[in-house]
């Protein structure tokens, strides 16, 4: 039932070092900057309709990622930008900056699968994380070595998942960073697969029953292009071991009322009862739940509505364990019979709090993780809900673990912030005491630095949570080069997490910020839903309203200051960008949702209508997508921020025709000195699995590009 995914890379999306001049625009930018000095972008006569209002799309064709003509331009634009990029000098120094500061030994804290004990390390510059393995005292030795899986390190292991008695494991490999997946399927004593490889297998998670079999889900393939056709109907299959994949069964979304764009399956531990989610959007889903020990299948629902979010946590005999926010914003734990799941007979075992709540099970007991104010707090209780203690943590920080097998008596977790590396400490789960276990040897004194939270108010009054961080005595005078990071979305929470990238931004006195905006799931589902759809704009008045204390406070000014957000948090910057253009001097939007008005016809992305809405909802649902979407609001003669795009060619979830038309419209509408570029990844995707190496380099060149303009160069 535990998904056992692997270690992050430790990089988040941050910049990098610098040594303060004046700023200026240099030559070097304002040759670029000129809109003649750009690729030549076609411009079509592509016009929508929508509810009687024309709008142009010039820059359709660039949708299309399988023409020659898009992948001319792909070369074109990475040439140019590479020409601006070469003549930068700190380039090269905050590479090798980069490369001795991930240089060091990464180890996640360990897991137990049958007569081992599983852990992922990387000995500091290696692409991809290997998985380690050892029995009691004995000698580690190497399980799953992803680094051999391509020469370039751009194939990775996404996750595994072991069946409950540890002797067989599923892993999931990703090439190129796509979001479509193989799995293997192999006996963990000899390594050997044991049945054929599945193909072809999106957005799914790995469900053993037993030793039998696993249950996954997946797409049809779709006719055209993997990266941009549209995929709506996932389904639940069941691979019997030793059979091929054609003869996988349908378990749930073959029929048209079973149809969902996103379908996943858990089974209990003792593997008598399947749970089966299923939801068109990303937030709120559907729960059924049936018997694995009947020879017919038998679909008993749960919850049928689609308004709230439910999933098991655990079990014990035939009572199930489950996480909803059914009436509670920021979740609780119910149990209830699985002969008798419906929700009139559900009985609270943790209610709801003031946190938000995300659990784990360890040990005979559950670990409830709250989030106060983006910060962990976590508390064990027993397996009837009753508190047994409140765990201490070794600072103010991001806990995360607390889970393993049933029968464990020490358990482990980790813990980082933004100056601290992320070290593992082992919970004897008696006694509640803990001790450390393993902390990284990396050369960076954290003791010189400080984090501290500040609340601000946005435009409308709601008072905005923000964690900065920097050098110890930092001067308030305007003159601090400052990262602005933000995301405000699908109720994900960001919490403080250590990167080498942080590090050596703070090591050379620069400003760290991370704002908390409305969107996001710091605050449970009411925080969520005041970032959504018509309240979207409230997310944009927090990041800037999140800028605009930065510059009162004197951390920075508008010369210093660059905003940085991925994915939901790329269209955070781009919107952001073209409302406020004066707040800010680099713009570095990321894999980011830029065209809101078509953004649902590509891939799975109508199930973000959630959050977003769609320009096909209604007329007033159009116009407000259309008034703050980036590719749609850029305007000229505007002084915008240097904007340096970054996406990845093999990016399937936001597709990179997003990326592909706003560089276009920028640099067609843009006539000021300052540069507008894109950096296309190649061989990449939406960012996991990407290799240490092109990791290292791309942060080198965006970190060389944030300097330069501002008139800064690297120590």
């Known amino acids: 039932m535990r998904s056992t995914l692997l270690i992050s890379s430790f990089v988040l999306l941050v910049l990098g070092c610098a040594q303060q001049n004046e700023p200026a625009s240099s030559q070097l930018a304002t ?198 056709a549209k995929t709506d109907q996932h389904k639940l299959y069941y691979h019997q071991i030793g059979t091929t994949q054609s003869d996988d069964k349908v378990i749930f979304g073959a029929i048209p009322e079973q149809k969902h764009r996103y379908v996943g399956g858990q089974v209990t531990r003792d593997a008598k009862y399947l749970l089966i989610r299923a939801t068109n959007i990303t937030s709120g889903n559907k729960l059924y739940l049936m018997p694995l020990n009947r020879n017919e299948s038998v679909l008993v629902p749960i919850t049928t509505d689609g308004k709230s979010d439910t999933y098991l946590l655990d079990s014990v005999g035939d009572e199930l364990l489950l996480v909803t926010n059914l009436n509670a914003p920021n979740k609780r734990i119910v149990k209830v019979k699985a002969s008798q799941p419906s929700v009139r007979n559900w009985h609270d075992l943790i209610a709801e709090t003031d946190d938000v709540l995300a ?51 020490e358990i482990f977790f980790n813990f980082q912030n933004y100056k601290t590396p992320y070290a593992i400490y082992k919970l004897d789960v008696a006694s509640g005491q803990s001790i450390l276990y393993r902390k990284p040897d990396i050369n960076f004194d954290s003791d010189l630095y400080e984090s501290k939270q500040v609340f601000y108010a946005s435009k409308d009054g709601t008072q905005i949570p923000m964690i900065l961080t920097y050098k110890k005595g930092l001067e308030l005078n305007g003159t601090n ?124 992305g109508a199930g973000w209508a959630y959050d977003y809405g769609t320009s096909a909802d209604s007329p007033e649902m159009f116009n407000y997508l259309l008034g703050y979407s980036p590719l749609h609001n850029v305007k000229a003669g505007v002084q915008y921020p240097a904007t340096l795009i970054t996406t990845g060619d093999h990016d399937d979830r936001v597709v990179p025709a997003h990326s592909f038309k706003f560089a276009a419209e920028l640099q067609q509408k843009y006539s000021g000195g300052r540069p507008m570029l894109i950096r ?8 996991a699995g990407t290799p240490t190496s092109k990791t290292i380099q791309q942060y080198a060149d965006i970190y060389g590009f944030v300097l330069h303009n501002m008139g800064l160069e690297a120590k």
């Open 31 to 228: 040759q670029v900057g000129q809109a003649s000095s750009y690729p030549v972008t076609r411009q079509d006569g592509t016009i929508d309709d929508y509810f009687g209002q024309k709008v142009a799309d010039p820059y359709r064709w660039l949708e299309d990622d399988m023409s020659e003509e898009t992948a001319q331009w792909v070369k074109d634009q990475n040439l140019a930008t590479l020409n601006y990029l070469q003549q930068i000098p700190s380039r090269q120094i905050l590479k090798e900056r980069l490369t001795t500061l991930f240089n060091y030994q990464k180890v996640g804290a360990p897991f137990k699968e049958g007569q081992y004990t599983y852990f992922y390390q990387n000995d500091g510059l290696q692409n991809q994380y290997v998985l380690y393995r050892q029995q009691q005292e004995g000698e580690a030795e190497v399980f799953l070595d992803p680094n051999k899986f391509s020469d370039d390190g751009t194939t990775s292991m996404s996750s595994i998942e072991f069946s409950e008695d540890g002797t067989l494991a599923t892993y999931l490999i990703s090439e190129g960073g796509s979001d479509w997946r193989t799995a293997v399927t192999i006996d963990t004593e000899s390594k050997q697969e044991v049945t054929p490889r599945l193909n072809n297998i999106k957005f799914s998670g790995i469900a053993w029953k037993g030793n039998q079999g696993f249950f996954y889900s997946s797409y049809d393939k779709p006719q055209g292009s993997e990266l941009s």
């Open 359 to 409: 659990p784990s099970t360890a040990g005979g007991f559950i670990y409830a993780h709250y989030m106060v104010d983006a910060i962990s707090l976590v508390k064990q209780f027993d397996m009837q809900g009753n508190l047994v203690r409140q765990i201490t943590l070794p600072g103010v920080g991001t806990a995360s673990g607390f889970d393993g097998k049933r029968e464990q008596t």
């Open 481 to 604: 080069p400052t990262i602005l990071y933000g995301y405000g979305g699908f109720n994900i929470n960001i919490t403080p997490k250590f990167s080498s990238s942080t590090a050596a931004w703070l090591e050379q006195g620069g400003v760290y910020a991370v704002a908390n905006l409305r969107g996001g799931g710091e605050y449970g589902k009411k925080w969520h839903n005041a970032g959504i759809k018509m309240q979207k704009q409230n997310v944009f008045d927090d990041f800037i309203a999140a800028a605009e204390f930065l510059i009162e406070q004197q951390y920075t000014s508008p010369d210093y200051l660059a905003i940085r957000g991925g994915s939901n948090g790329g269209l955070l910057v781009g919107a952001v960008m073209l409302q406020r253009p004066e707040l800010f001097r680099v713009a570095l939007p990321a894999v980011g949702v830029l065209d809101m008005l078509r953004y649902h016809t590509f891939t799975s």
């Open 680 to 687: 296309i990844e190649t061989n990449a995707g939406h960012g």
